[in-house]
């Protein structure tokens, strides 16, 4: 089993909508978790950090975390095309200083 | 704060020949990490540097690939005798500490023909 599993493929919703995102992790005693936005050609960009079970937001992104179920989303609210780009969930291993990436979810958002 | 800085852009060698990236991470950060990145895959990790000293290694780094930070700042990573295998994005990256998010440059995309 791949460390950082996002199993879904690409997204389209339509502007003003909801885009959600899933991503599943195998490391029970992970601690950190971070959601990064890249769009085609560029790098990553960090657009989450969550740490403790529960709901974090800010703006229009709101990142869930379920440590006992190992798994963590991330919500876009009102969807822009802006927002259309591939996010990638990343995991913070424990024991060691790697960030383990899953492949990355591609949304598009239509206008 | 100028962000990570990555030189060369872009890479494109023959097979065969040796290259070498460098990467100029936040001032005040000490975490330094190389990852690489394929097409359509998320970003896999290569190596780890704190300060000057180099923690952890990916088994992906075979022989030909060495990393240095000789004074706790700059970067080099260095790929000899190139594969066309090897044709990928290579990513730097930096970090507070251990549990800061990293912070990412925007690459170095390597051909290699």
């Known amino acids: 089993q791949k460390e950082v599993e996002q199993n879904s493929g690409p997204l389209s919703v339509p502007e003003g909508a909801i885009a959600s995102l899933n991503c599943t992790y195998s490391?029970?005693?992970?601690?950190?978790f971070f959601w990064y936005r890249q769009y085609s050609g560029k790098s990553p960009e960090l657009i989450m950090s969550?740490?403790?079970?529960g709901d974090k937001e800010d703006g229009r992104f709101t990142a869930q975390l379920n440590k006992a179920s190992q798994y963590v989303s991330l919500l876009i609210r009102d969807s822009q095309p802006s927002d259309s780009a591939t996010y990638l969930c990343?995991?913070?291993?424990?024991?060691?200083?790697?960030?383990?990436f899953g492949k990355g979810n591609q949304v598009v958002v239509i206008p | 704060d100028t962000g990570v800085s990555q030189d060369p852009r872009h890479k494109i060698t023959k097979r065969g020949q040796n290259v070498t990236f460098r990467c100029d991470p936040i001032?005040?950060?000490?975490?330094l990490y190389w990852y690489r990145q394929t097409l359509g895959q998320g970003p896999e990790f290569l190596t780890y540097?704190?300060?000057?000293?180099?923690?952890?290694k990916s088994r992906l780094l075979s022989d030909r690939f060495s990393a240095e930070r000789p004074k706790g700042s700059f970067s080099t990573l260095e790929i000899q005798r190139t594969e066309q295998g090897d044709s990928a994005m290579y990513l730097c990256?930096?970090?507070?500490?251990?549990?800061?998010?990293?912070?990412f440059g925007n690459g170095t995309r390597l051909t290699v023909t």
């Open positions: 990256a930096s970090s507070w500490d251990d549990n800061s998010p990293l912070h």
């Open positions: 490391d029970r005693v992970s601690q950190s």
């Open positions: 969550i740490y403790s079970n």
């Open positions: 990343a995991v913070k291993e424990n024991g060691n200083n790697r960030l383990a």
């Open positions: 001032s005040e950060h000490n975490r």
């Open positions: 540097f704190q300060n000057e000293a180099q923690l952890e």
